[in-house]
Structures are given as C-alpha cells and as structure tokens.
T-cell receptor, first 115, second 113 residues
Framework: DAGVIQSPRHEVTEMGQEVTLRCKPI?????LFWYRQTMMRGLELLIY????????DSGMPEDRFSAKMPNASFSTLKIQPSEPRDSAVYFC?????????????FGPGTRLTVL | SQQGEEDPQALSIQEGENATMNCSYK?????LQWYRQNSGRGLVHLIL?????REKHSGRLRVTLDTSKKSSSLLITASRAADTASYFC?????????????FGAGTRLAVHP
C-alpha cells in the first residue's frame, strides 16, 4: 500500500485566495483525521471522520475552514479565504478502526504558506 | 489543554548514549502511544502500551507506564544519529462516541555523531 497520500506537498498562495488540500487514506481504513502543526501551537486536531461522517469538528478554527469526505478514499480540507496565520503544515492521518488501541498512519503533510 | 506533555522539550546527546523522554497526562487512559517525526515528515507510530502493562520493549525502545503517576517514559538505548527526530506521546480521548488521539508538544532529540 502507498500509505496516506496528500496533495499538494507545498502550497504558496496569497491572502484571500481559496486553498484546497487533498487526502487519500489507506484503503480499508475507516477513520480519517486532519491535523495542523505549527511551532507555536504544536499538533492540533482539526476534524475527524468515521465512515465518511464528520464526528468531531471542534478543532476547526473558524468558519473559513471546511472539510468534506465524499467517499472512503478521498477527503478535502478547504480554507476560504486564506490568511497568513493559516500558514502551517497540514497532516492527514487514517486509522483502520475506531478502537482506541489503533495507531494512526500519517501522510507526508502539506506545507501551506499564505503571503 | 493538551492531554500529554513531554519533558524535556529538547534533548541533545552523543551517539551511543541513551535518551529518555517523559510524558505526563491528566485523565485516565486505556493506552498510551509514542510517535516519531523526522524533520519535514509525518508522524510514525513507534509503540503502544496498554494501561495494564508497566513496561514494553521494541528493539532499542523501552516504554514504561505508571498509571498511578499518570506518566510514561520512552527510552532509546544506544542512540544513533538517525534517531534525531521529535518524539510525541499520544493518549486517546473519547469524542462523540469515537476515539481520537491527543498529542503532546513533543521532545526534540538531537543525536550527534
């Protein structure tokens, strides 16, 4: 298996532009997580899905952020409009089941820079 | 606030030495996990220890768990330059009937040749 796939790997955009980050989880995994990592705030859970259904979006910073999972093999995280403070590395992770004993498998991340 | 907090924030050692990182958490857990993150990469799962276990080994890794003190430690023996990375502990939290992981701030380990 190729592991969790994220695209793009790097994104540079200007303030006010829409940004869409994409994630393909590991086949057969039914939980998907979006994280944001910054030096100041560390690794933050933004939202997670189970069987394509959003379970907890309490970490989404504000209405400018939205996430979808239209099917088991694809998810998007959208920021509209983007702001410089959104600059961070965004990770997608997937997990095979909802058991608390399951490890999470992380993608390589998307480094977002908003100018 | 974060469930798990690592200590120290940064650790610098020479190759061959042992590295010990600690994690404290706040609420009752049924397991604790350790992850490694190399620079510019995603996190990679290292080891999971269940609440009924006190110690677990995996290669050069040794993890302990003290549920009475709500703390865990990760020991890397005979460190190598390739062990240079950030190490995170993670504990489960229930949300909406499902389980998510809460990660600590991490310990940055530098192993010098």
């Amino acid at each position: 298996d190729a592991g969790v796939i994220q695209s793009p790997r790097h994104e540079v955009t200007e303030m006010g532009q829409e940004v869409t980050l994409r994630c393909k989880p590991i086949s057969g995994h039914n939980s998907l997580f979006w994280y944001r990592q910054t030096m100041m705030r560390g690794l933050e859970l933004l939202i997670y899905f189970n069987n394509n259904v959003p379970i907890d979006d309490s970490g989404m910073p504000e209405d400018r952020f939205s996430a979808k999972m239209p099917n088991a093999s694809f998810s998007t995280l959208k920021i509209q409009p983007s702001e410089p403070r959104d600059s961070a590395v965004y990770f997608c992770a997937s997990s095979p089941r909802t058991s608390p004993y399951n490890e999470q498998f992380f993608g390589p991340g998307t480094r977002l820079t908003v100018l | 606030s974060q469930q798990g907090e690592e200590d120290p924030q940064a650790l610098s050692i020479q190759e061959g030495e042992n590295a010990t990182m600690n994690c404290s958490y706040k609420t009752s857990i049924n397991n604790l996990q350790w992850y490694r993150q190399n620079s510019g990469r995603g996190l990679v799962h290292l080891i999971l220890i269940r609440s009924n276990e006190r110690e677990k080994h995996s290669g050069r890794l040794r993890v302990t768990l003290d549920t009475s003190k709500k703390s865990s430690s990760l020991l890397i023996t005979a460190s190598r330059a390739a062990d240079t990375a950030s190490y995170f502990c993670a504990t489960p939290a229930v949300s909406g009937g499902y389980n998510k992981l809460i990660f600590g701030a991490g310990t940055r380990l530098a192993v010098h040749p």
